[in-house]
């Protein structure tokens, strides 16, 4: 069965330096891999994915995400954090569910928290 | 905002209340699902609908209740919940099922089962 670890509850970085929010994945096949981000009181908002091509993947606000097949890792990255940036993340890989259909099955989130 | 919606933002239910969910996105999407966040838990998929047809049924108690009327509008009916059932309660839509597209999210419903 297809899934995603996110091995850290929370991570604390000061405003101005690089952050890291990792995730793990296990899946049988190539792996289509997500980021997303939740603000409080909000729905998640999507960051960026991986399918396929450049393993460095771009996304909004910034972030950019490096897949790494051999560590079966996704890293979420962004070279100079926000005070605006604390949020939760969630790492989430696409799953097979039967009959032609898949869904995202996601991590249990990582809490960032940006200090002034 | 994102092109998601959800009404209401909060509901506030007795265990033998009925009321519903409402979902509803304008992105011209043919997918779209509900999902139950609670506290320290992972994301659950509870039902997903494909151009209306219900393809997912998580394993949900039958006191929730689905309901894909178009594309465009999802419904979420509760009955006789449970205390357990309070949580952050998510729609999203997708363009399709397959390939890698992303979900789109509404704000979520908060609700708190007395």
């Known amino acids: 069965a297809q899934s995603v670890a996110q091995p850290e509850d929370q991570v604390n970085v000061a405003e101005g330096n690089p952050l890291t929010v990792k995730c793990t994945y296990s899946v049988s096949g190539n792996p289509y891999l997500f980021w997303y981000v939740q603000y409080p009181n909000r729905g998640l908002q999507f960051l960026l994915k991986?399918?396929?091509?450049?393993?460095l993947v771009k996304g909004s606000y910034g972030f950019e995400a490096e897949f790494n097949k051999s560590q079966t890792s996704f890293h979420l990255k962004k070279p100079s954090a926000l005070v605006s940036d604390s949020a939760l993340y969630f790492c989430a890989v696409r799953s097979y569910s039967g009959a032609g259909s898949y869904q995202l099955t996601f991590g249990k989130g990582t809490k960032l928290s940006v200090i002034p | 905002e994102t092109g998601v919606t959800q009404t209401p933002r909060h509901l506030v239910m007795g265990m033998t209340n009925k009321k519903s969910l409402k979902c509803e996105q304008h992105?011209?999407?043919?997918?779209m699902y509900w999902y139950k966040q609670s506290a320290k838990k992972p994301l659950e998929l509870m039902f997903v609908?494909?151009?209306?047809?219900?393809?997912e049924n998580n394993s949900v108690p039958s006191r929730f209740s689905p309901e894909c009327p178009n594309s465009s509008h999802l419904f979420l009916h509760l009955h006789t919940l449970q205390p357990e059932d309070s949580a952050l309660y998510l729609c999203?839509?997708?363009?399709?099922?397959?390939?890698?597209?992303?979900?789109?999210f509404g704000p979520g419903t908060r609700l708190t089962v007395l």
């Open positions: 991986y399918i396929t091509g450049d393993n």
């Open positions: 609908y494909n151009f209306k047809e219900q393809t």
């Open positions: 992105l011209g999407h043919n997918a």
């Open positions: 999203a839509s997708s363009r399709e099922l397959a390939g890698g597209n992303e979900q789109f």
